[in-house]
């Protein structure tokens, strides 16, 4: 089987099949990251566009460095050097990289659906590396690989993901990859940070953290939107802290090997104790490298397709 | 209308030919190298690797030491990448030594046009920097499309162009041997 | 609008709710109906000067009355003007259409009033009635002029678009009106319960991670502009219901006397959120498409009269404003010429008798605002619809009148298509001219 997409632009319309076959790229790549000359010559002379509309050096930098492990031409746009300010489309921006040549397009946008109605309208291989609320499909991949990695399958595990998953893309990537892969999903959050209808997405739903993480294999911290406080999601984020933050002794609730996650920037203290970022259950550096690793082998898959 | 195939193989070295040319390239590999103390085999992805894993086990039995062994995946190295039709597999590249200041036998099992030793010199370079490269194959059939040539070779067949040369290994499920096949496609 | 000639509609099953439903000729003098009656044409035999229009097989009916529509001039020319506008509405069957205030300037005074309705005469298609504003630039601060704009020509009031959010200036407003008995029409909806929603609130908006507006955005202030109804004894009008419960809460306040009569929107009954599921934008509207358990629920509150009327809530925008993301482009679809076979297809189903659909088109809309239109009785205007229930076509946005194309239902194939529109005796609209 091969990857037949021109576009990677969420995880809710990929089949188990074709995460795996994106796992499966990733694993060579990692140990092109690891070598002293860390670069292959498999996307020389193709072009990728990093488009980010929102600020995010942390996956912009992944993605480039992907591109560049692979020997394509990069290039960034960010909103404050593009025309965007200037009244351009977003659609007419996608049509004028089109024309520049360029493969593959990187889109971070503030908008859900972005991506998708930009694959739509371009021959450019679109990847979405966050819309909105919508999804966050390659963070979501690498968690995957992280935890096959570690645990040896996803098949079965038990996994809590932990925070305001009303507004979080990466709880979205999350839940559709997990589920796809068999482990049981619980959420966890206070019923504000929570949307409706979200057991319809095959999931169970706790507000109680404690409850939530007994026995679990892997929980998934989410980044608290500190911005957020005020709107009358949470009442304080010292509260927030104390019901819903990964502690040592919460720690200790989940299963002896358990995976803790988070996709950074980590909040010290108010999503996850300080002990715990460090602490030996953490695998949220992995999650990183194994991000490049992921990104490359989808920009290898896609720029593989007829 | 049908397409029937119909496949015709014509052996053209068995399995004790094949251990006879293995063992003489090892005795070779010595001889060239006095020794292998600064040897380091690497085998290519897929039938490379096997004969590099035989290479070693030869020499080791010719000279009581052992020779480090690793192998190389350079599916992201091809020139031809974006032309083939199907995804190529992508393997790990697994080269457990630091290959620089070693001399590095390349092992294939079939030198054709040299593209792939090509790819495979470029992904040993990205590598680190040997101190020589060397390499060696179990059959060279010709028709080289680059400035390439084994220090090694097994057998040399001459060839036509479109004939297609196959090693069949044991550790891929077949009997040792090399074979030419010759594919008819008839359309009825 | 009017001319000498007489004409003969001759043939036509002709509905005219709670008049007439069968088959009839009619006949027009003057631009005026005077006369409906079976055989006509022979008792007219000898009279010189009769212009025959053969209607056998067609419906004929009142022109279609529409309450809700948005013109965009003055001010937003390019998405729709009052002459594009017009054409669209009597392409659709529709004779008489209201639109709303919220144009650039606001319909909040005499002058804009004058200047819809003069742009409407030069239109010379539908009848256009002016809806004026409620507060001052639709601010939601300060009572507009009314009684100036009931003078001008407006029939009702509203802040369409923007809800009056000051419950306060709403009952003031309310109390206002009824000097004039004028119907007030409030766009329900507490925006500040839904920041930044684009769609209802449900599983879709989940999946797609989109923000969310819930059905109780619109509930509370049904429920508010109930209460002040009932305070103030105000005529109120509920315009594009889409919840359960604000259909539940119509059909109270109804029961106990309340002067309340609500609309339904067709997209509101023909489609539901899914239609949002790749992101389409021409499936964005305010209120937003909803769930199954409230289409379900419009279509009993057609039923059982909770929902008097249909309106169309004819929105157009241009295509560039359309293809942006979906938060970030606006809200509405145009409705005009899609309105009558999405009707229809609740006869189709069951859900109405063909002349219950006809009459939420026509006579219905007319008693919600006063109107001496929608009805064929004799003396009346001559503003009629004719209509080939059984013709199937395909929704092609190439071919539609209005200047925009934001439609959600463009490839559906339709059953019912108006043939020929008349206001006033005159044929504005002909489907033989364009083929």
Known sequence: MSFKRKDLLGLASLSQEEMALILDAAEPFKEVSGREIKKVPALRGKTVINLFFEPSTRTRTSFELAAKRLSADVVNFSPSSSSVMKGETLLDTARNIEFMQADILVLRHSSAGAAEILARNSRLSVINAGDGWHEHPTQALSDLLTIQEKKGQVRDLHVAIVGDVAHSRVARSNIYALTKMGANVRVVGPPTMIPLCLHRLGVTVYHDFDEAISGVDVVIMLRLQLERQGRSLFPSIREYARLYGLTAERVQRAAKDVLVMHPGPVNRGVEIAHDVVDGNAAVILEQVANGVAVRMGLMYLLSQRN | MTQTKSRHESVIMDRHEMTRALTRIAHEILERNKGCHDVGLVGIRTGGVYLAQRLKQLVSQIERTDVVLGELDITLYRDDLALRKNQPVLKKTDIPFHISDLKIILVDDVLFTGRTIRAAMDGLMDLGRPAEIQLAVLVDRGHRQLPIRANYVGKNIPTAKDENIRVFLEELGEEDRVSKLIEAERTA | ?435
């Open chain 3, 1 to 435: 609008m009017t001319n000498d000639l007489k004409i003969l509609i001759t043939g036509g099953q002709v509905i005219d709710p709670g008049h007439w439903n069968g088959v009839a000729d009619v006949l027009i003098e003057r631009g005026k109906i005077s006369a409906v009656e079976p055989n006509l044409q022979s008792k007219l035999q000898k009279v010189k000067g009769v212009e025959i229009v053969d209607a056998k097989g067609l419906l004929v009916c009142p022109g279609f009355v529409d309450l809700h529509v948005h013109f965009r001039e003055p001010g937003f020319e390019y998405k729709e003007t009052i002459a594009t506008g017009s054409a669209a509405a009597v392409a659709g069957g529709f004779t008489s259409v209201c639109c709303m205030p919220n144009t650039h300037p606001i319909n909040d005074s005499r002058s804009t009033t004058e200047f819809i309705l003069a742009q409407a005469a030069a239109a010379g298609k539908a009848r256009v009635f002016p809806i004026g504003a409620i507060t001052k630039g639709s601010k939601g601060e300060e009572l507009a002029e009314i009684g100036e704009l009931f003078d001008a020509g407006c029939v009702a009031v509203s802040d369409d678009g923007v809800p009056v959010m000051n419950s306060l200036v709403m009952r003031r407003a309310m109390e206002y009106a009824t000097a004039f008995h004028l119907p007030v029409i409030d766009h329900c909806e507490d925006s500040q319960l839904a920041p930044g929603g684009c769609m209802h609130e449900g599983a879709v908006s989940t999946e797609l991670g989109i923000p969310g507006i819930p059905k109780a955005t619109e509930e509370v202030m049904v429920a508010r502009n109930i209460a002040l109804a009932e305070l103030t004894g105000s005529r109120l009008h509920l315009p594009h219901v889409s919840t359960v419960g604000s259909v539940r809460m119509a059909r109270e306040a109804k029961a106990r006397g309340i002067p309340v009569t609500a609309e339904a929107c067709p997209h509101h009954f023909s489609l539901t959120d899914e239609a949002v599921r790749s992101y389409n934008t021409n499936a964005k509207m305010n209120p937003p498409l909803r769930t199954d358990e409230d289409v379900q629920a419009i279509k009993e509150g057609l039923q059982d009269n909770t929902i008097d009327i249909v309106a169309t809530d004819h929105a157009p925008h241009a295509i560039q404003e359309k293809q942006l993301e979906f938060d970030e482009a606006p809200f509405g679809i145009i409705g005009l010429e899609t309105a009558f076979p999405l009707t229809l297809s609740l006869v189709e189903e069951g859900t109405l008798t063909l002349e219950q659909a006809i009459a939420k088109l026509t006579r219905e809309p007319a008693r919600v605002f006063d109107l001496p239109y929608g009805t064929l009785v004799p003396g009346v205007e001559a503003d009629l619809t004719l209509i080939d229930l059984n013709a199937t076509w395909v929704v092609d946005t190439a071919r539609l009148h209005s200047l925009s194309r934001n439609t959600p239902f463009a490839g559906w194939t339709m059953k019912g298509r108006v043939v020929k529109t008349f206001v006033g005796g005159t044929v504005v609209y002909d489907r033989e001219d364009i083929l």
